[in-house]
T-cell receptor
Framework: DQQVKQNSPSLSVQEGRISILNCDYT??????FLWYKKYPAEGPTFLIS?????DKNEDGRFTVFLNKSAKHLSLHIVPSQPGDSAVYFC????????????FGTGTQLKVEL | DAMVIQNPRYQVTQFGKPVTLSCSQT?????MYWYQQKSSQAPKLLFH???????NEADTPDNFQSRRPNTSFCFLDIRSPGLGDAAMYLC?????????????FGDGTRLSIL
């Protein structure tokens, strides 16, 4: 049972435009959400997170939006740069869950010149 | 730089031959995790340690074992690897303190089974 879903395996965007990566979850107990970025041959690196008490968190070019009623979150990257080309994983955790993360399957973002 | 290091980066073993993957960290984090990631799939948590306290996921096969001799090191032992165990194995660490503590990952060990 996949509790965190990233339904788009890949996304292609032109440099300078906005990239929107989506994530859906089924477990309403999740109360913290994270995005990780992964380059080939490297481990995932933490990018940005959001608590369920917020609906938006921004860090430079990266913004994460959370819609709890829809159990949906999205990562916006603007403007997109070629160096943003990577696999992006959405992950969720819950208070009392021991910092354990449940990951989605990832979305491969390609930013083209 | 403080980091999480996994060795080796690539490991080839024979069907049924025991193999050990290692992970070390200089972050002094008290929690360490092992994930298995197969192609195009989500990383799947196998087990984790709070300090020396071992926590196994319910669906982790008995074929997978782990050791954490000290804060810095953690090992994943696969006693009798099958073809289905070919995957990327990721080690991660964090400080226990709530879900807002991100995990720090190593670059993984890609395991192949002949």
């Amino acid at each position: 049972d996949q509790q965190v879903k990233q339904n788009s395996p890949s996304l292609s965007v032109q440099e300078g435009r906005i990239s929107i990566l989506n994530c859906d979850y089924t477990n309403s107990m999740f109360d913290y959400f994270l995005w990780y970025k992964k380059y080939p041959a490297e481990g995932p690196t933490f990018l940005i997170s959001i608590s369920s008490i917020k609906d938006k968190n921004e860090d430079g070019r990266f913004t994460v939006f959370l819609n709890k009623s829809a159990k949906h979150l999205s990562l916006h990257i603007v403007p997109s740069q070629p160096g943003d080309s990577a696999v992006y994983f959405c992950a969720a955790s819950l208070t009392g869950g021991g910092n354990k993360l449940t990951f989605g399957t990832g979305t491969q973002l390609k930013v083209e010149l | 730089d403080a980091m999480v290091i996994q060795n080796p980066r690539y490991q080839v073993t024979q069907f049924g031959k025991p193999v050990t993957l290692s992970c070390s960290q200089t972050l002094n984090h008290n929690v360490m995790y092992w994930y298995q990631q197969k192609s195009s799939q989500a990383p799947k948590l196998l087990f984790h340690y709070y300090d020396k306290d071992f926590n196994n996921e319910a669906d982790t096969p008995d074929n997978f074992q782990s050791r954490r001799p000290n804060t810095s090191f953690c090992f994943l032992d696969i006693r009798s690897p099958g073809l289905g165990d070919a995957a990327m194995y990721l080690c991660a660490t964090t400080i226990f303190g709530g879900p807002n503590q991100p995990q720090h990952f190593g670059d993984g060990t890609r395991l192949s089974i002949l």
